[in-house]
Structure formats: C-alpha cells, structure tokens
C-alpha cells in the first residue's frame, strides 16, 4: 500500500514570511501532484512533478520532487492571506490507475 | 478553460434509498474517476472508469456502488442503499490519459439521515 505522510499537519504563519510543507513517502511515484482544497469544495491542481529532482515554478510557489520520486516540497515565498486552504500532495506509480493522497497540510496566512 | 462540472452539489438522503451522482468530464478526456472523502479525512479513492468498463476500484466500491456512462457526456456514480457511513463529498475526475494529470470538479455533498 502505498502512504503519503505530509507535514505539517497545520501551519500558521504571518503575511510575508516563507514557508515549506512537505510530502514523504517510502514508495516510489511515476508522478505527483499537488492541489489546493478550499472547505467544500474539489481539489484544484497546482502542479504535476513527474522527474527525479524536477523543480517547477508557480509566481510564489516552489515546486520539488526528490531525486528518488519518494518525496515532495512545497516552498512558498512570501506567503498572502490568499494563499490560505488546504495543500494536498497526490502520487500515482506503478500499474495504478488511482492517486494516493496525503492528509494535507491547513495552511493559514495572517494578515 | 475546460472542467469538470457534477450535479448536484449537495443531497441530503434516507437511510436505504438509492442516490445518483452524476459528472460531466472534460470533453477530451477518456478516464474518468471517483473519489470521495469523509468530512476532516483524506481524500479516497473509489474507482477509475475508461473505455465503458472499470479499470480499477478500491475495497470501499462494494456491491451498493456501480458506474455508468449512459451518453457520450455524463459519467454517474450510483449508491444502490445508502448507509449512514456513506456520507461524504464525492468528487468526479478525469483525465486524458492513465497516468496523466487528473482534473476534479467541485464535488457533491451527500448526507445520508
């Protein structure tokens, strides 16, 4: 069975400073992707890391994929209260037409 | 740009009735997905759907779920008897390809009473 743990489980943060939440597994992944949940509504896609040590850019978020496809980061600079919800990591490997989810990291930024 | 759109967004259900989720893909796609995920828990897999028949599905997608592509458009999710434990947000996805990108629409509540 495949496990993403992501941490922080919450994270509460003032408006301007950095942040980094990660995502870790002992499996490997043919890709994983990254979302946003926002309360009662669907995840929305970020970004999709598919490469060994790739890393994407999104304006203030930093996207990285381990060398190993076992583990994930999310760096964000200078986080805004609008970057508030839910950050989800989400793997697929294997022969599996399904992703596996980590429980998110909350994140809250204050103004 | 192009989503994924499901109806409704929130039903509220007996115990036992039989309930109807349906999905609207993205056009071009060809797999399609459900999810769901049980209120302050993560998200789960159910099933994934291509060519008119399952590819693959969890061990929550008993005998109560099934799936159907009616028309060239909707893709639905059937509960045959709700139970209590069935409450949740069940979300559609789809891709266009097994292990290519998977774009979720907006999810439909359901509450089983």
């Known amino acids: 069975t495949q496990l993403l743990e992501q941490s922080p489980q919450f994270l509460s943060i003032q408006e301007g400073e950095n942040l980094t939440v990660y995502c870790n597994s002992s499996?490997?992944?043919?890709?994983l992707q990254w979302y946003r949940q926002e309360p009662g509504e669907g995840p929305v896609l970020l970004v999709t890391?598919?490469?060994?040590?790739e890393v994407k850019k999104l304006k203030r978020l930093t996207f990285q994929f381990g060398d190993a496809r076992k583990d994930s980061s999310l760096h964000i600079t200078a986080a805004q209260p609008g970057d508030t919800g839910l950050y989800l990591c989400a793997g697929s490997g294997g022969s599996n037409y399904k992703l596996t989810f980590g429980k998110g990291t909350l994140l809250t930024v204050n103004p | 740009e192009p989503e994924v759109t499901q109806t409704p967004s929130h039903q509220v259900t007996q115990m036992g009735q039989e309930v109807i989720l349906r999905c609207v893909p993205i056009?071009?796609?060809?797999?399609f997905y459900w999810y769901r995920q049980i209120l302050g828990q993560k998200v789960e897999f159910l099933v994934s759907?291509?060519?008119?028949?399952?590819?693959?599905k969890s061990e929550i997608f008993d005998d109560q779920f099934s799936v159907e592509r009616p028309d060239g458009s909707n893709f639905t999710l059937k509960i045959r008897s709700t139970k209590l434990e069935d409450s949740a947000m069940y979300f559609c996805a789809s891709s266009t390809g097994p292990r290519n990108t998977i774009y979720f629409g907006e999810g439909s509540w359901l509450t089983v009473v």
């Open positions: 499996s490997v992944f043919s890709s």
């Open positions: 759907f291509y060519n008119n028949e399952i590819s693959e």
């Open positions: 890391v598919v490469t060994g040590g």
């Open positions: 056009s071009n796609h060809l797999y």
